[in-house]
Structures are given as C-alpha cells and as structure tokens.
C-alpha cells in the first residue's frame, strides 16, 4: 500500500499523526478511568488528596453501599436487566413478523402500511412522553413492570425497518421450496428466515439490549420511588441525593457503565459494525 | 388453490403477521401524537379537569421569551455541535485511513461513548466539571465553576455531546473515505495533487453523501438532546442550556402545565418532520458521483 510506505517514508509525520490520535484515544477513555478510580476510594482519600491520584487503599465500600444501601442499586440492576430482556424477546419477536409481511407477503395497503410505520421514526421521544404518561396514569400502570415496558413491547420501526431489508435479500427459492415441502409461513419463518438472518438478528439484541439499559426519560417519567426505577434513574437521583459526595456517586456511574463496556470489550467487532450500519439510537 | 383465494389467504397472513406491531403503533405512537394535539388546546394541570382554551397555549407559548431562548439555545448548541464533530471527525477518519497500524483499535476506543448512557456520562462529567474535587480542575490547577457560569456552561454541555459523538461520526467517514476506488486517488497523483488538493478537491466532494447522512442524522438527534442536559446542568444557570426537550420536559412534569408542553412538543415535532422533508427531497435531487467506472 502507497500509503504505508509514505508512512515509513515520512516517520515524523506517523509520529505527529499518532500523537494526535493517541491524545484523543486519552480523552476519550479519560472520563471512564478516572471516575472509575474515584468509585474505589475512600471518602476521605477523596476529601484529602487531588481527585486524580490513584486509590490508596483501595476500598469497595462505595459500591457496596450503594448496592445493598437505602439507594438499592442492586434493585436497580435487576430491574433494568427485566425489563432489557423482555423487550429484546418481544420487540424482536413481533418485529419479526412484521418485517417479514413487508418484506415477502403481498397484501393490499402493504406499501402504504409500511410507509406509516417508518413515518413514525420521524416522531421524537419527548413528545410521545406526556401523552404516554397520562395514558399509562389511566391504565393504573404508573410505577409497574407494564408501564415500563408495554409502550415498546410491540415491535420498534427501526427494527422492522432493518429486518425487512434484510429479509428481502433472502432468495425467494429457498422460500418456495419450503413451502412446497409443505411448511406454512410459521415453519418457513422458524426454519429458514430467522435461521439465515442470524447477522441483523444478533445486531439487533444488541442494539435492544444496550438502549434499554441507556434508556432514561421514560424509566424517569414513569417511576418513582426505588420499586422500580433502572440503573440511569437512580443513578440521576444517586447524583442529587449525595451532592459532592463524588466517591459513591461515581460508584453509581460505574456500575452503570460497567456493562456497557464489558460488552463492549467482547463484541466490540460487532458493535462496531451494528453502529456502521445502523446509527445504534 | 385459485388466485383470488390465494390473494386472499396472503391478505389474511399478512395482516395476521402485523397485528401486534400494528396495534402497538397504533396506540403508542400514532394515538400519543393526535392526544398531543388535543392537550395543546387543553388547560390541564393533572389536577383538576382538562379545559378547552382555544388557541390560548398557542398565543402563551409563542409569543414565550422562555421558550424563544429554548429555541435559540438549541439552535446555538446545533451550531457549535454540529461543525465541531463534523471536522474532527473528518480529521479523525483520515488519519485512521491511512494504514497505519492500532487503526482498529483506535477505532474502536473513539466509538465507545457512543454507546454508553448518555446519563450516566453526563453524571460522570458533572464530577469531571466539579469545582471543589473535580478531575478537570485538578488537571489545570483552577477552580473554574464550568457549570454553573453562564458563559462556560453551555460550551461545557457542547463539550460532552461532541465527546461522545465523534466516534460515531468518525466510523462513517472512515467508510467513506475506505469507499473512494483507488484508482481515483492514483489519477488525481499522477495529475499533481498534492495531499491538501487531493482532500479538498477529490475526497470531500467523494463524501458529499456520507456528509450528508452524518449531518441530517446528527441534525436531528441534537435536536433531541435531554439526558446530558438533566445530568449537566438542569438547563441553568438562567436558562442558558435549556435545551428545547429538557424545557418541553420539566414544562409537562415539573411545572405541570401540560397544554403548554404539548404546544412546544408540537413545535419541536413540526421542526423536525421539516428537516426530514426537506432531507428526502434534497436526497431526490442530490448530485452523486458514479465510482462504478
């Protein structure tokens, strides 16, 4: 490649180029390292020393407090992973089934059909918040299980978006000779179609399974008290409850972030390419 | 089978298949929308009964200094936002594509903020920003209150946006860029083109419709920002980072004025169904480049 033997040619420009890069890959990962450190020190090490020293002693105090404390993250935690699975089953299940329809069944109104769901990305959080809140309110589903989840339970757009895309590069082959074995839309949809759709069906867990446990303004409308808030809202009330007490607040962010990155380091490949294709909000 | 009991049965399937999604749509997203039209005519305050006032949120709304400074701030963190991302991410790709090695990992790490809770980031930097044991202060030996001066609060808030969005940006430019045919860039060498040429005038019009895609996209989650803002600052000091979802927000659940939340979220959705538009029908009429030769 010419552009490696430039490199080589030019080594001050790969030193001034790497600088550049590697000051930026420190800001980056900064902010995760240093409050990371805070979360494992002692308040009074914290009170003492400048905020970037390492822990000395190293104390897990801060996360346990938090998690076992009158905060109940670990409530928190158990919540949020509840509601995350059950909306990666449902709303790819019933996402599934609609991008299939779109995707390889001919019905009348189908492309205009398809037309309002996507229309529908165009709608943005903060306002179907309020009427959603009132409409859970009614339901008598504030602060419940059913108010978190049922608003997303049946399929996103964007899902059904990227699976019928995917769904269309299926050939219609395999497809007809299932059906000439005599399998009905179920069969074909179970053994062929989700079989063959692994890659996007992989993304979307992830992508499912990660803004769920991001998710903020709806967990903070529709809660209140510790029954059943997730990791990000008491995280918020964590930071307004202990003000300036850095030490278990950044515990709090810790454990919220934690998971996130693990599954980063794991499937980073993954993850890296789901954001290239789908933007990953 | 005939084909009209065959088109039948398809009807059946199909509908069949799109009912739970359909009645989902249907009730929590379509049905939210016409309820937000109806309560932007409504005085509701959750306590006693709903009243029709007309036009009256409208004219309260409108003509809302409040609300012109939510509009104007966000138009503002759009504008420092967005061109600060684009060109460092522009930067960035570029010197990821050059084939140097730890390209991925770098790569990589930039992409990580992205993913993360925006409100577990914002609390992060909330401490970061701190003027008493904060890591900012203590890196430059000051004790600036960032969040809480007017002047420096809303850079601040930019700041932490623009850190978690150039990884994203970032990634689709390196695609772009990876995108160009060699034999482009080897024609534009044998011409002359020295390196600043070659990214002025070969590879950023080669972009256009990378550009335009990061732009429009970051456009409209900008647009939407709320959980950084909640985390930051609250939308202080004096409002200078009231961003318009973080007003629309404490407008319907902190002060309860739900008519006239429904009559900003009216404009906030009005504002972005624009964008939208006006992005389909530019797409219609754009020009491209055929890299297939």
Known sequence: MTSVSNAVRRPLRAIAIYAVLLLAAVVTLGPFLLSAMTAFKTPEQFAQQSSLAPPNPWTLGNLANILTGPADF????????????????????????AAYAFARVEFPGRDALFWVYLSTLMVPAVVIVIPLYL??????????????????????????FLLREYFRGIPQDLIDAARLDGANTLDILVEVVVPLSRPIIATL????????????MWPLVITSGN????????TASLQSQFN?????????????????????????????QSVAITGFK | MTARAHRRRNALTGYALLAPSLFGLTCFLLFPVLVVLWLSFQQWDLISPARF?????????????????????????????????????????????????????????????????????????NWIFAPTGGALN????????????????????????????????????MAGLLNIPAHILEAAKLDGAGAVAMFWRIKLPLLRPTM??????????????????????????????????????????????????????????????????????????????????
Not at chain 2, 83 to 95: E, M, N, V, Y
Not at chain 2, 153 to 160: F, I, N, T
Not at chain 2, 234 to 258: K, M, N
């Open chain 2, 53 to 125: 006032v007309g036009l009256a949120n409208y004219v309260s709304v409108l003509s809302d200094p409040i609300f012109g400074n939510s509009l104007l701030v966000t138009l503002v963190f759009v504008l420092i936002v967005i061109p600060i991302q684009t060109g460092l991410g522009l930067l960035a790709a570029s010197l990821l594509t050059r084939g140097l090695p730890g390209s991925t990992i770098l790569r990589t790490i930039y992409v990580l903020p992205w993913i993360c809770a925006p409100l577990a980031l914002g609390v992060v930097w």
């Open chain 2, 212 to 293: 335009f895609f990061v732009l429009v996209t970051s456009l409209i989650s900008t647009f939407q920002i709320f959980d950084q803002v909640y985390a930051l600052t609250g939308g202080g000091p004096d409002h200078r980072t009231d961003l318009v979802a973080s007003h629309i927000y404490s407008e319907a659940f902190q002060l309860f004025d739900l008519g006239r939340a429904a009559v900003m979220a009216v404009v906030l959705l009005v504002i972005l169904v624009a964008v939208t538009v006006a992005q389909q029908l530019y797409f219609r009429r754009r020009t491209t480049y055929d890299l297939s030769v």
């Open chain 1, 135 to 160: 409409m859970m309110t009614q339901l008598g589903l504030r602060n419940t299980f059913w108010g978190l989840v049922l608003p997303f339970a049946f399929g996103s757009p964007y899902a059904i």
């Open chain 1, 205 to 216: 867990v992830l992508i499912t399974a990660v803004s769920q446990w991001n998710n903020f």
């Open chain 1, 244 to 272: 300036g007490n850095w030490t278990l607040v950044m515990a709090a962010t810790t454990l919220a972030l934690v998971p996130l990155v693990a599954l980063f380091l794991v499937f980073q490949k993954q993850i890296v």
């Open chain 1, 227 to 234: 029954n059943w808030r997730t990791v990000t809202v008491a």
């Open chain 2, 138 to 173: 203590a890196i430059l030996g000051t004790r600036i209150e960032w969040l809480t001066d007017p002047n420096l609060a809303l850079p601040a808030v930019c700041a932490v946006v623009i850190w978690t969005n150039v990884g994203y940006v970032t990634l689709f430019f």
């Open chain 1, 74 to 97: 670990g409530r928190a935690i158990g919540v949020t992973v509840l509601v995350a699975v059950f909306l990666v089953v449902f709303q790819l299940l019933f996402s599934i089934l």
